[in-house]
């Protein structure tokens, strides 16, 4: 007698036979149906834990100011026949139709950026252009980014259940938001004067950079 195949509770399991036209969810403990007498037969085994993934692209803030942005993210899949619409091609006909290995985290690289970083994307990029670089909240715009990818993503069967935002600024962006910070001290002691002469000596002032170089080697007797 052949063995049955079962769901697992760390899996969902995906049964397809028409070729991934209709897909049906195969529950926790329920035998997962053979496939070798249907052509057409197709099943994808989609882990049910977090994993993570990250997304880099260059956006615009309040006042056109541009930044690189990172974000790592940690996501899980909560609806997977709605998520298997986006992203079909995790399913082969036939292909391994009775094993019972989940699909390794890295084949929904893809996915991650047909469905997930395409969403953080279009919402980061509309949220950021109201956001100034000087008096972000990086907390408060982490937990604005994080529901907001959220209501994009979930009707496509994707939660976020954390995100980490990193702003890569350019030499000349961090100046001018230090010296924003320094000239907001220098009023909150009414020394707006003396703030913007510093601020002058400061921008004339010679960058001095040292480089340790190390002495050229001497020539060994051999050599001589």
Not at 20 to 27: D, F, P, Y
Not at 151 to 162: D, R, S, T, W, Y
Not at 191 to 220: D, Y
Request: aromatic content about 6%; proline content about 4%; charged content about 25%.
């Amino acid at each position: 007698m052949s063995s049955c195949n079962y769901a697992k509770s760390n899996q969902q399991v995906l049964v397809s036979n028409d070729c991934g036209m209709e897909w049906s969810k195969i529950a926790a403990g329920d035998a997962v149906p053979k496939g070798t007498m249907n052509p057409c037969y197709m099943k994808v085994v989609i882990p049910n834990f977090p994993m993570q993934g990250d997304s880099r692209f260059i956006t615009n803030l309040k006042d056109r100011v541009r930044a690189s942005v990172h974000i790592d993210y940690d996501y899980s899949i909560i609806d997977p026949l709605a998520f298997i619409r986006q992203a079909k091609y995790l399913g082969k006909a036939n292909a391994n139709a009775d094993s019972n290995e989940a699909l390794s985290p890295t084949a929904f690289e893809g996915a991650e950026n047909m469905v997930i970083d395409k969403r953080i994307r279009d919402v980061s990029k509309a949220l950021f252009l109201t956001e100034d670089i000087v008096e972000l909240d990086q907390a408060e715009i982490e937990n604005s980014l994080l529901t907001q990818a959220n209501k994009a993503l979930e009707p496509l069967g994707v939660h976020l259940n954390f995100i980490t935002l990193t702003f890569d600024l350019d030499e000349q962006t961090r100046q001018a938001i230090d010296i924003s910070t320094a000239m907001k001290i220098y009023e909150s002691r009414n020394l707006t004067e003396v703030g913007k002469q510093v601020m002058i000596q400061r921008a004339g002032a010679t960058k001095i950079t040292v480089e340790n170089q190390a002495p050229p080697a001497l020539p060994s007797k051999e050599e001589e």
